[in-house]
């Protein structure tokens, strides 16, 4: 995974700190992997996962993405992050 990155950021004016905590490389794998478990559980746009829902991916700060956030798209890319790790 050669150039690839992730951007973390805390959007709560002065930080509320969730960023600071997942700075640890074992707690940002449990995420990671806690994600995962999130989105291959989701049955939102059947086995093939070509959409998203409240429950995976979509909220209401990303609503104007919501059509190209895809589950099946994301699984592929944090099993090639964990596996990279």
Same mark, same amino acid.
């Given at each position: +995974?050669?150039?690839?990155?992730i951007v /973390?950021?805390?959007?709560?004016p002065?930080?509320?700190?969730?960023? #600071? #905590?997942?700075?640890?490389?074992?707690? /940002?794998?449990?995420?990671?992997?806690?994600? /995962?478990r999130r +989105?291959?559980?989701?049955?939102c746009?059947?086995? *093939?996962g070509?959409?998203?829902?409240? *429950?995976?991916?979509r909220?209401y700060?990303?609503?104007f993405c919501? =059509? *190209?956030? =895809?589950?099946g798209p994301?699984i592929?890319f944090l #099993? =090639?992050?964990l596996?990279a790790i």
């Amino acid at each position: +995974m050669t150039g690839t990155a992730i951007v /973390l950021f805390d959007d709560v004016p002065g930080g509320a700190g969730h960023v #600071r #905590r997942i700075t640890n490389p074992s707690t /940002l794998i449990a995420v990671l992997w806690a994600a /995962l478990r999130r +989105m291959e559980t989701c049955q939102c746009g059947g086995s *093939e996962g070509n959409t998203s829902c409240y *429950e995976c991916l979509r909220n209401y700060r990303n609503q104007f993405c919501h =059509k *190209e956030l =895809k589950r099946g798209p994301a699984i592929e890319f944090l #099993r =090639k992050v964990l596996d990279a790790i």
